[in-house]
């Protein structure tokens, strides 16, 4: 298993427009969790997932922001309708549950950029 | 809310010598986890130590260590024999009830040859 993987690894893309971005998880892992994190700060929680039912969303998610993670597997975080506020760095982690003292292995993330 | 707060921006270190991050964390939970993660420049972040709060021993792998001290809810690291390898944006981190971890804005350590 070569570990978390996000695709892709930037996107620039024009204010309004829709993007999607992808993370891979380690197999076998049943909780995915997406996080933002903007220059100079620490990642803030915006949702997870326990396999495919999400189980928590950040009040920072707007209803413009809608993820998914049919069957359990990889999951997709779109964002629509950009601002320039968006512009972040997207990282996707993944658990084994149940425990809390499991290690939540990060992907390299999605750089965003808003134009 | 739990919050976690680190509140040295930059820290600098000469190599082989010992440096300490600090971190303080907030919550009103008596069951949770603290972690100390690095995050490398363009590389993604991996777990460095945790510790269960409802342990009184500190933590330690190999280099690194923690001062877990519960009552005044602090969680220091502790890098001893700094190296090179070392730089990178430390986040500490606490899991409770919910979860998701909570990270604080984190320390850039610089280790100076």
């Known amino acids: 298993d070569t570990g978390v993987s996000q695709d892709p690894r930037h996107k620039i893309t024009k204010r309004g427009q829709n993007v999607t971005f992808r993370c891979d998880p380690i197999?076998?892992?049943?909780?995915l969790y997406w996080y933002r994190q903007t220059l100079g700060q620490g990642p803030e929680f915006l949702t997870y997932f326990q396999n495919e039912a999400q189980l928590e969303k950040s009040r920072l998610l707007s209803d413009r922001f809608s993820a998914e993670r049919p069957k359990g597997s990889f999951s997709t975080l779109e964002i629509q309708r950009t601002e320039q506020g968006d512009s972040a760095m997207y990282l996707c982690?993944?658990?084994?549950?149940?425990?809390?003292?499991?290690?939540?292995?990060f992907g390299q993330g999605t750089r965003l950029t808003v134009v | 809310a739990q919050t976690v707060t680190q509140s040295q921006p930059e820290m600098s270190v000469q190599e082989a010598e010992t440096v300490t991050l600090s971190c303080t964390y907030d919550t009103s939970e008596s069951d949770y986890y603290l972690f100390w993660y690095k995050q490398p420049p363009s590389r993604q972040m991996i777990l460095v130590i945790r510790q269960e709060a409802y342990k009184q021993q500190n933590a330690t792998e190999n280099r690194f260590s923690v001062n877990f001290q519960k009552a005044a809810k602090s969680f220091s690291l502790k890098i001893s024999d700094s190296q090179l390898g070392d730089a990178a944006m430390y986040f500490c981190a606490y899991r409770g009830a919910t979860n998701k971890l909570i990270f604080g804005t984190g320390t850039l350590l610089a280790v100076q040859p």
């Open positions: 982690a993944s658990s084994l549950g149940p425990h809390r003292n499991t290690e939540a292995f």
């Open positions: 197999s076998e892992h049943n909780r």
